[in-house]
């Protein structure tokens, strides 16, 4: 039987990110937040609620809850995500059983460093579990099964599963002020899981108006292995007729874009600007569940009152001058 030693590799990759993550949430979250006696989102929430009211350890019932909504998400996440989750899952009840014990006291004598500080590990730890197929599981799974077929991001799904658990901290505490330490602990959380997920995801348009243009497609499509469409325009000023390059690439590919630009043409004018979301062929894939359409028989035998389809079954569309193949 033989071994695919780069499948080995990155398998024990993940789970070593998987463990990092974990260990970096449970630290957050036992030294810096549970000190200060602060319910957070998630099954840790969950948890600080029942650790408070019984006496049960966080670690043993965020687990317990752990392992029953894993249970109904299987069927929707994946075997791999699931076992990536229970690996992290257990990780995070370990770190949490021993880091616990050894901060009984708040960190720092400032409750909103504890807050800041502990918000921003705990957002980091989900973020590296979360790109190494694994979670903390709690209302990452929520999230991921939401994620899996929505574009809905993962963070924004965390904030609206969790403000919930949040709220009910104050039937327990009767203070406003552990509601509020809270969110800024779920506003922090899903703001840097965001920004870790979806570093690579990040994409910016770029408009190129160039007497140079054709130097500058070519380079863009041989160098930076983008492609361009090319647009038509009219100067209003001059009157003359100018060609518009639009570029689509990923944020980290911007400086080589502009220096592909400016190495052909130093007086360029050129736009920037930042997307939300690219999706197609060669950046993101749009998940999303579209109505199925009903098509008569009789309509589709015959071919009458029916409108000219393409293969993604819209009607024909004008097509624009030039040539598109910017999401190549």
């Not at 007086?267 to 359409?293: L, S």
């Amino acid at each position: 039987m033989t071994v695919n030693k780069t499948k080995l590799w990155r398998t024990s990759r993940d789970y070593i990110f998987i463990t990092l993550g974990m260990a970096l949430y449970a630290l957050g979250f036992s030294a810096f937040i549970l000190p200060e006696k602060v319910v957070i989102g998630g099954l840790a929430g969950i948890g600080t609620l029942i650790y408070f009211l019984t006496g049960i350890p966080v670690a043993v019932a965020q687990y317990v809850c752990n392992l029953i909504l894993l249970a109904f998400a299987y069927k929707i996440v994946g075997r791999q995500f699931v076992l990536g989750t229970i690996f992290g899952a257990t990780m995070i009840s370990v770190f949490v059983g021993i880091f616990q014990p050894l901060f009984t006291h708040p960190f720092t004598s400032e409750p909103i460093m504890n807050i800041v500080i502990g918000g921003l590990m705990c957002g980091f730890g989900i973020g590296l579990a979360f790109t190494h197929n694994g979670s903390s599981g709690g209302t990452d799974i929520v999230a991921a099964m939401v994620s899996k077929h929505s574009n809905v991001s993962i963070g924004r799904t965390m904030l609206y599963t969790d403000v919930f658990i949040i709220s009910s901290s104050y039937l327990l505490f009767h203070n406003i002020d552990k509601i509020v330490y809270g969110l800024m602990v779920l506003f922090l959380v899903s703001y840097v899981t965001d920004l870790i997920i979806n570093t690579n995801r990040q994409a910016v348009q770029f408009t190129i108006f160039s007497p140079h243009w054709q130097e500058i497609a070519t380079a863009i499509n041989n160098e930076a292995n983008r492609g361009c469409t090319v647009l038509d325009g009219t100067g209003w000023y001059s009157k003359h007729q100018v060609k518009i390059l639009l570029v689509m690439c990923r944020k980290i590919e911007s400086v080589t874009i502009f220096r592909i630009i400016k190495s052909i043409d130093k007086n360029a004018f050129i736009t920037q600007a930042n997307v939300n979301g690219v999706y197609g062929k060669g950046f993101d894939e749009m998940k999303i569940k579209m109505p199925t359409p009903k098509h008569h028989s009789n309509e589709a035998a015959s071919g009458s009152g029916t409108k000219a389809t393409d293969a993604n079954g819209y009607g024909n569309l004008p097509s624009s001058s030039g040539h598109n193949d910017s999401l190549a």
